[in-house]
């Protein structure tokens, strides 16, 4: 990913990744998605073990969010990983929503939120990467 913000940079756009950019004692949640709210395009990286994070899941969710609701771009890089895995729901994303569905016994509806969401996302013009590392 750092070498993707840095060659965004030199061509002069304003780029903005959630471990950087955020005021000291604001809420993080708070300040990315007002970023995300204000952007014109969002590039998401989903990697093998993108759907064990709840918040890569809710970050996608707000992302997709933005896409319906003000126009926002959205360019998917499907990174080692199989956009039908991804769409199915299989392998590592398998696990991650086995995980996520005890987690959440009494809140069913965010993850079905989440599933929602990496199934839309991979209906979206993407690259699909292969045996190529981000360092």
Not at 30 to 37: I, R, T, V, Y
Not at 53 to 64: G, R, Y
Not at 123 to 134: E, G, M, T, V
Request: aromatic content about 12%; proline content about 2%.
């Amino acid at each position: 990913m750092d070498h993707l913000y840095e060659a965004l940079q030199r061509k002069g756009i304003t780029t903005f990744r959630d471990k950087e950019g955020l005021e000291r004692g604001e809420s993080i949640a708070f300040e990315l998605f007002k970023a995300m709210e204000e952007s014109q395009f969002a590039i998401i990286i989903l990697l093998k073990n993108y759907a064990s994070s709840k918040w890569c899941l809710d970050e996608l969710a707000k992302i997709i969010k933005c896409r319906k609701e003000m126009g926002l771009i959205v360019f998917p890089i499907f990174n080692n990983v199989d956009p039908s895995d991804v769409w199915k729901q299989i392998g590592t994303f398998e696990r991650a929503f086995i995980d996520h569905q005890k987690c959440f016994e009494d809140n069913t509806k965010r993850v079905e939120t989440w599933r929602a969401t990496l199934r839309e996302v991979t209906a979206i013009s993407s690259w699909h990467l292969q045996n190529r590392q981000f360092p």
